[in-house]
């Protein structure tokens, strides 16, 4: 559908915006303007490939194996009520086990899909990012730098950048300190929990509730209910702690957005386009406000 093309765009803007930095940085220090280009091409193409590729082949070995660990899943439950339950309650489990199944090879067929719009977005992303450094100036454009519409556009871009790169950079940590717990804890499918950690936490309030289920279930079927509490109480520390305090320090003011508009962006974006809507909410939602900010300010000037 439209979400399909919609998505891989915005998700290509938001990262051309979001390492637009990169190529100036390097072109400011000497570095030839094609060299620059080519290693920040590079750099967004090989992190972002190997996170598709660790993606792709954990979801296709997980959808094989599923039946298993639901199956351990099962067992895990009914030996945890088999002292208290009757014939019924033991086939509420199964038939509950039985559902789970459809339900979860649904979600992994969704990761593909979204698997796919990140690679149409990195496509996109090469066009973009080539075509932002070479635009000229506003200056060479005849438009006057200070001008109101102009600084507004440059302080927008700023922010989407500042918000971006220092979520990417608390999400990687949380992401990574998730996966070393569970690799600890000999929990299946680590890197792959942890990545789902890191993607999640772009999305704001309900990501980390929506990271934590799947590594939980996981450690239920591997060991039973005490692991699966151990990986529940961590996670709340770890995930939980770093929103609730170390991130809102981090960043700031970054957007200036209110937390409810926030909510309701994620919803409504998250509707109407999907996944990838819900972890772009944010500088959607940015960015839709200074649309409408300019377009108010327009129609007062008349």
């Given amino acids: 559908g439209i979400a399909s093309i919609i998505n891989p765009i915005l998700l290509a803007i938001v990262i051309t915006i979001t390492v637009l930095p990169v190529p100036s940085r390097l072109t400011k220090r000497g570095m030839p303007g094609w060299v620059a280009l080519v290693l920040t091409i590079l750099l967004v193409v090989l992190i972002l490939g190997a996170v598709i590729a660790t993606v792709f082949f954990s979801v296709t070995r997980l959808s094989a194996e599923l039946p298993t660990y639901l199956e351990s899943a099962s067992q895990q439950a009914s030996a945890n ?143 039973g209910l005490p692991t699966a509490l151990v990986v529940l109480v961590a996670y709340v520390l770890i995930n939980g702690g770093v929103q609730n305090f170390v991130q809102p320090k981090l960043m700031g003011q970054s957007l200036k957005i209110s937390p409810l508009v926030v909510f309701v962006g994620l919803f409504f974006w998250g509707y109407l386009l999907g996944g990838i809507g819900a972890i772009l909410a944010v500088p959607v939602v940015a960015s839709t406000r200074e649309v409408l900010v300019y377009l108010h300010a327009k129609v007062n000037q008349k």
Avoid: C, H
């Fill in 81 to 223: 009520v088999s002292a208290t339950a009757d014939p019924e309650t033991s086939a509420q489990i199964e038939q509950t086990t039985t559902f789970i199944g459809p339900v979860a090879q649904s979600v992994l067929g969704g990761v593909v899909n979204l698997l796919v719009q990140f690679g149409m977005a990195l496509l996109i992303f090469f066009f973009m990012i080539s075509a932002a450094l070479a635009l000229p100036t506003p200056s060479r454009l005849g438009l006057d730098p200070n001008a109101p519409n102009i600084g507004r556009v440059t302080s927008l871009t700023e922010d989407v950048q500042k918000y971006m790169t220092v979520l990417t950079g608390i999400n990687f940590l949380v992401g990574l300190a998730n996966t070393i717990l569970l690799l600890i804890l000999g929990v299946d499918y680590a890197v792959l929990w942890g990545l789902l950690a890191w993607f999640m936490g772009y999305i704001p309030s309900i990501g980390f509730w929506i990271a934590l289920i799947p590594p939980v279930l996981m450690a239920y079927a591997q060991y």
